[in-house]
């Protein structure tokens, strides 16, 4: 078992964002659904019977999803960062995390539950600490100017020079 789990609080649609981050990410599964009981309806207000949790996987990294009514809701104080191999990985989940929500700046993305994303190409860090400043800052200034980040521009604003 992992030491720390990420757990995201929904109102009431846990269980349909779960489904949703697993038909995205190739390694992933739902681990185990709670449901209300008795007491738990008393306490929550949620009927007998209802999705409590969803324990589920993701590229190997465990969340818990609860249905926790509408006391909280997501901010882009935390977000999960994706790191991605090609531009393809770059694209497809950046196409598919983002339908239905908001695109933004720098690989940023807020999916439709309200879940902010970074989809980021593992390239992006190595560009960025170059030895050489100029190329660097460069690259910096490319990205600033991408919503989805595009791995050639990037590298081609590495080489300019």
Do not use: H
């Not at 929500?101 to 539950?113: H, R």
């Not at 030895?131 to 300019?160: G, H, P």
């Amino acid at each position: 078992m992992q030491k720390i789990t990420p757990f995201l609080w929904f109102d009431d649609n846990a269980e349909e964002a779960v489904n949703f981050y697993v038909s995205i990410f190739t390694n992933s599964k739902i681990v185990n659904v709670a449901r209300y009981g008795e007491d738990g309806a008393r306490v929550s207000g949620r009927p007998k019977g209802s999705v409590m949790t969803v324990t589920f996987e993701l590229e190997s990294q465990q969340f818990i999803a609860l249905n926790g009514g509408p006391v909280f809701t997501f901010s882009p104080a935390i977000s999960f960062g994706v790191n991605c191999n090609t531009q393809e990985e770059v694209d497809t989940l950046w196409e598919k995390l983002s339908e239905g929500g908001k695109k933004e700046q720098c690989g940023w993305l807020q999916d439709k539950y309200g879940v902010t994303w970074q989809i980021v190409p593992t390239v992006l860090g190595e560009l960025l600490n170059d030895r050489d400043s100029a190329k660097s800052q460069r690259v910096m200034k490319t990205l600033l100017q991408m919503n989805k980040i595009d791995i050639e521009e990037l590298r081609r604003a590495y080489e300019q020079g």
